[in-house]
Each structure stands twice: as structure tokens, then as C-alpha cells.
């Protein structure tokens, strides 16, 4: 279930902000979600790659050990 809403969340955080890389930094991908920001998604072809992406990023989990901390916390 927990999987299933990550990749929910990250789905809407695609079509809405998906230009400015709120969903890879919603999974944990912080890196490339700035270079979505300052390229645009990379001129919208990445967003459109996204698409498929996202339930493989959701699966993997977090990169970033901030969110490590906070996910093992709660």
C-alpha cells in the first residue's frame, strides 16, 4: 500500500510540477531533480521518460540520506 501511494504521489507531482523536478525530489533524487529545474525536465523530454520511470524510482526508495533519517524516524 505504502508503495502504491508513493507512486500515486510522485504521478501527481509529475503532471502538475513535473517541468521543475518535484517528483524526483519527492523520491529522493535530489541531484537530478535540480538539473529539472534549471533545464526545464530537461525540455520536457525527460518528464515524458518519467512517465514510465516513476514506479521503478518509487520502488527503489529514497537516495538521499536525509530521507533515510526521516522514513527509519517515523
Known sequence: M???F???IAYLALA???VFGVHR???GRPWSGLIYLFTG???G???LLDI???P???CEGPRSPIKKIIISNS
Open 52 to 54: 514510465v520511470l516513476v
Open 6 to 8: 508513493r507512486v500515486f
Open 45 to 47: 523530454i525527460g518528464v
Open 16 to 18: 502538475f510540477m513535473g
Open 2 to 4: 505504502q508503495y502504491m
Open 41 to 43: 525536465g530537461i525540455m
Open 25 to 27: 525530489f519527492y523520491l
Open 56 to 58: 521503478a524510482m518509487a
